[in-house]
């Protein structure tokens, strides 16, 4: 609480687009729905492939995103490969629940991941979105 006031503070972070400016979008905006959708489901409530495509999306915001090959020199992952370690993660790895998340993904993102991936302006944030949304979306 603030000393002079004795209202709660409130640190607002975003980006600022100019001099001056005080207010804007906040960084976490364009998730907040997303973790609203997500909040609404207990972990009991979500299928596998689901909770396998939200656990592949936390691999890839960790470690980072990588395209052409599973995981590069650095830990990061294409999207494929973050869905395999994420299986490792959750349990040691299921095949059928594996090729269940691909496939979930196809649909959402209409066509193959790995090429989708792939694409030269394909960035983290978006393969992110995807995963968290093919994921809630089933």
């Not at 596998?48 to 990061?76: F, W």
Request: some cysteine.
């Amino acid at each position: 609480f603030g000393e002079k006031t004795g209202r709660r503070n409130v640190i607002h972070l975003f980006e600022k687009r100019r001099p001056g400016q005080t207010r804007g979008m906040p960084y976490l905006a364009p998730v907040v729905e997303l973790l609203k959708q997500i909040s609404d489901y207990t972990p009991a409530e979500l299928d596998y492939p689901s909770r396998l495509l939200l656990r592949a999306a936390a691999v890839l915001e960790a470690h980072g995103h990588c395209k052409g090959r599973a995981q590069d020199q650095y830990g990061a992952h294409c999207v494929s490969g973050a869905i395999t370690q994420a299986g490792f993660e959750l349990d040691g790895y299921s095949m059928g629940s594996h090729d269940e998340a691909v496939r979930r993904l196809d649909r959402y993102v209409g066509g193959n991941i790995v090429a989708w991936n792939d694409d030269g302006e394909r960035t983290k944030d978006e393969v992110v979105a995807a995963l968290r949304s093919a994921a809630i979306s089933a």
